[in-house]
Antibody, heavy 119, light 106 residues
Framework: QVQLVQSGTEVKKPGAPVKVSCKVS????????FHWVRQTPGKGLEWMGA????????VFAQNFQGRVSVYVDTSTDTAYMELSSLTSGDTAVYYC????????????WGQGTLVTVSS | EILLTQFPATLSVSPGERATLSCGAS??????LAWYQQKPGQAPRLLIF???TRATGVPARFSGSGSGTEFTLTISSLQSEDFAVYYC?????????FGQGTKVEI
């Protein structure tokens, strides 16, 4: 059973980037697709983008095009999401989620990483 | 973008009672709909995929139905651990979208 453990809380200044990691265990990384979702009280659950490890396909939500990067490090079984040019509106809990395909439900979720953007 | 509308926003139920949650899609998603449960301070947890298939380990009191644009999650007899927020999600089309959630409270 796939388990995902994310990196810890981040506090960032406006304009800075943030990188969130998501370590995988219990499953073969190459058989997974990783989705990134954020949650705020105002907007609820917001899907940001996805990465298919097997073929390298990536899909991003229009709201995040050009500002988000997703990739994996197969040597450490870790997925990463980087979000640049942070604003206060990016303050949220960020989740990684694992799926068996890009057009599939999310089988497992990481515990979430709180990112706070404040000057 | 496919909009998912969940109703009611809040459902007040007593333990042992039946709860019925609804999710409507702005266009057809066929059966590509999942339900997740989220408790305070926790990540969402998969309950149902394919509109009606329970995920591994999910109790039989949870059931999903529907296809196209109308979906229902039913909890047959609420237990104390079921009080949470429930989200529907469509994975038929890009971008993946979620409903705004239904809070099931005592």
């Amino acid at each position: 059973q796939v388990q995902l453990v994310q990196s810890g809380t981040e506090v960032k200044k406006p304009g800075a980037p943030v990188k969130v990691s998501c370590k995988v265990s219990g499953y073969t990384l190459n058989d997974l697709c990783f989705h990134w979702v954020r949650q705020t009280p105002g907007k609820g659950l917001e899907w940001m983008g996805a990465f298919d490890v097997a073929d390298g396909d990536k899909v991003f939500a229009q709201n995040f095009q050009g500002r988000v990067s997703v990739y994996v490090d197969t040597s450490t079984d870790t997925a990463y999401m980087e979000l640049s040019s942070l604003t206060s509106g990016d303050t949220a809990v960020y989740y990684c989620a694992a799926a068996r395909g890009l057009l599939s439900w999310f089988d497992a979720w990481g515990q979430g990483t709180l990112v706070t953007v404040s000057s | 973008e496919i909009l998912l509308t969940q109703f009611p926003a809040t459902l007040s139920v007593s333990p042992g009672e039946r709860a019925t949650l609804s999710c409507g899609a702005s266009q057809t998603v066929n059966s590509d709909l999942a339900w997740y449960q989220q408790k305070p301070g926790q990540a969402p947890r998969l309950l149902i995929f394919g509109a009606s298939t329970r995920a591994t380990g999910v109790p039989a009191r949870f059931s999903g139905s529907g296809s196209g644009t109308e979906f229902t999650l039913t909890i047959s007899s609420l237990q104390s651990e079921d009080f949470a927020v429930y989200y529907c999600q469509q994975y038929n089309n890009w971008p993946k979208t979620f409903g705004q959630g239904t809070k099931v409270e005592i």
